[in-house]
């Protein structure tokens, strides 16, 4: 009789066997598998963090005045700056276990299968913070399998290389909160308008719940579904054992104020400007698109808001006309150290970002002539230096071509002026025949000694502006006249740090004298003339026309060519420039078009400067005073009707007096100057001023 159980019992042993080496098999594949999986992470090395981020700019006095970034709105900050109600919300309401798996809560990822299967659909996630986390990092939502395993595979190197506190960091600074806001700093501000470390626990919950679905979770979208949402994070925050119930009803009776709005829209604020600090970022400093695009950069900048705001102010208040094609472009620094305190580019930068203060170059007229006069001065010319304005044919070329300048409306005094007043009246002919007389490369190489990144051409019309220059250069040149000579190049940014405060890169003045301080104040001076009535003749002073609206010193310059209108000018503080134009270049016809340049300039000194001190020019230690009369350029007397007290560097102050409006019966103590203000005008160099007169006498 066979024996059934012994049978049946030596079949059990075979298929426990069988079991046993099935299940060493199977656990040496999966060992392997897991083994050939953390090598391989371990090989692929630690993944980057890095994410886009907002960069801010920041204005001169430290405060917050734009941003760029590449659609998400994200300000990264450490986890010690979150608030910890916040922390606790998102764990409690997104991973339980986050401190305690290895990126996969098993568990929660069998108790969703299960879910799944029973509701026939995708009902419940599993996806641990790291995971969430991966995905935000690298990889799209779409729900494929190569997207999971790619998720799977990103979440064991995280793991691998990077503590828990680095992941949840990482994750609640990337992870989305709706309406553009990326991250809980960005978010906080939106919803809240403050800071993620001042949330309360009622505005941290309410923040925590958003992220599971913000089109419906979010308080600006539907207030009730919010705070539906919020009522389940603080239910699992009191399983956790994180809160009580006490706090959990002081929380639901907080009645958070939602503000909705970014406080850091996407700016109008100078928007030229921010262009112009974008480009030095790649062109000048040598960062990569990437460094730029990943943002987190805390930039520093010169901006001075109230200056700008002055700026964009005047510029819709003087081009009135909507329809109008009037372009214009405005430049201000501070001379002493080079900082552009504001920028406007155009009327509108959305219709046109194109920054005609940095990239246009335009004929700049007679804002160009006090380059060339500053080359006279070193020539030997004084401001009393004095040649004939009239109608002139200049024969150049050997001989074989004429060039014949026009004033203003034709207008010559037909007899002797001084280089103070063709300044002030801008008298071409003046110009030209020192043009001549220094030969032309004088201008060439004055173009290059004040630093414009144009060419001047060596044509006889030059010195009346005919070479192209761009506004922010001429600005440049204007600031050497205004601190004693020093070149200083145009500064945007003075530092630079990364999310973390590590500073990137720092400016440092860097200056050169380059022009003699003396002739420098000297030329000041005589651009001081352009507002003083005093130098009128055959034309008045072209400044007159804005002269009601001027409060203190100023030393400027207009310019005008048929297609262009220039302002250029400063005071000891500030140094400013204006165009206006047409961008197609066509013929400035309109009489209101014409006067918008001198007008802006004006309107935007006084505003920028209206609470600081009124400032004068500071002579330099070199220079004498001397009471002029401005049209012959001699010592004035008690009968000029006009006089001008103008400045000479020592020695070569004029010494001769004025003949032309001496009376017969006068005494030699009748001929000193200055009595009718009081006070001895002459040179304190040389013969006294009394042993002077006496020999002009005898």
Partial sequence: MPNFKGMNFSKTLKWLRALVILSIIVGLLLSITVLGILTYAKIQGAPTLAVPQSNLYYSSDGKIFGETHNGEKRYWVNLEDISPALIDATISVEDKKFYDHLGFDLKRIAGAAVADI????????????????????????????????????????????????????????????????????????????????????????????IPKAPSSYSPVADLEKATTRQTVVLDEMIEDGKITESQKSTALAEKPVIIGKHN??????????????????????????????LGGLRIHTTLNVKHQEAAERLVKELIVDEGSKLQVALTSMDPETGYVTAMVGGTDYVKSPFNRATQAIRQPGSTIKPLLYYAALESGFDPATTMKSELTSFRYNDGEDVYAPHNFNNRYSNNEITLAQAIG????????????????????????????????????????????????????????????????????????????????????????????????????????????????????VTGSSVLDSVTRPYAAKTGSTLWDRWMIGYSPQLVSGVWTGYDDNSEMTL?????????????????????????????????????????????????????????????????????????????????????????????DSGKSLFDRVVDWIF
């Fill in 118 to 209: 029973k509701a026939m659909s995708k009902v419940q996630g599993a996806s641990t913070i790291t995971q969430q986390y991966a995905r935000n990092l690298y990889l799209t939502h779409d729900k494929t399998w190569s997207r999971k395993l790619s998720e799977a595979m990103y979440s064991i190197r995280l793991e691998l290389f990077y503590s828990k506190n680095d992941i949840l960091e990482g994750y609640l600074n990337t992870i989305y909160y709706g309406h553009g806001a990326y991250g809980v700093e960005a978010a906080s501000q939106y919803y809240f308008g403050k800071s993620a470390s001042e949330l309360t626990l009622g505005e941290a919950t309410i923040l925590a719940g």
């Fill in 264 to 293: 850091l829209e996407v700016t109008q604020t100078a928007p030229y400007f921010q262009d112009r600090v974008h480009y030095i970022l790649q062109n000048q400093l040598g960062m990569t698109d990437r460094q730029i695009e």
């Fill in 425 to 540: 009246i801008s008298d071409n002919v003046f110009a030209v025949k020192t043009h001549f007389f220094l030969g032309f490369d004088a201008l060439i190489d004055a173009g290059k000694q004040f630093g414009l990144s144009t060419p001047i051409g060596s044509e006889p019309s030059a010195p009346l502006g005919t070479s192209e220059v761009r506004v922010i250069d001429m600005v440049k040149a204007y600031s050497m006249f205004a601190n004693g000579g020093r070149d200083i190049a145009p500064v945007f940014i003075t530092k630079i740090e990364d999310p973390n405060g590590t500073i990137l890169y720092e400016y440092e003045n860097e200056g050169v004298q380059v022009l003699d301080p003396d002739q420098a104040f000297v030329m000041t001076d005589m651009l001081t003339g352009t507002f003083d009535p005093a130098l009128n003749d055959h034309s008045s």
């Fill in 591 to 683: 009489a209101y078009d014409n006067t918008v340049a001198k007008e802006l300039w004006v309107g935007f000194m006084e505003a920028a400067l209206e609470d600081e001190e009124v400032a004068e020019f500071v002579p330099t230690e070199n220079v004498v005073k001397v009471e002029v009369d401005p049209h012959t350029g001699k010592v004035a007397t008690k009968d000029c009707p006009v006089t001008r007290e103008m400045y000479f560097v020592a020695g070569t102050e004029p010494t001769e007096f004025c003949q032309t409006h001496i009376g017969e019966d006068r005494s030699i103590r009748d001929l000193l100057p200055g009595k009718k203000n009081g006070g001895d005008s002459g040179s």
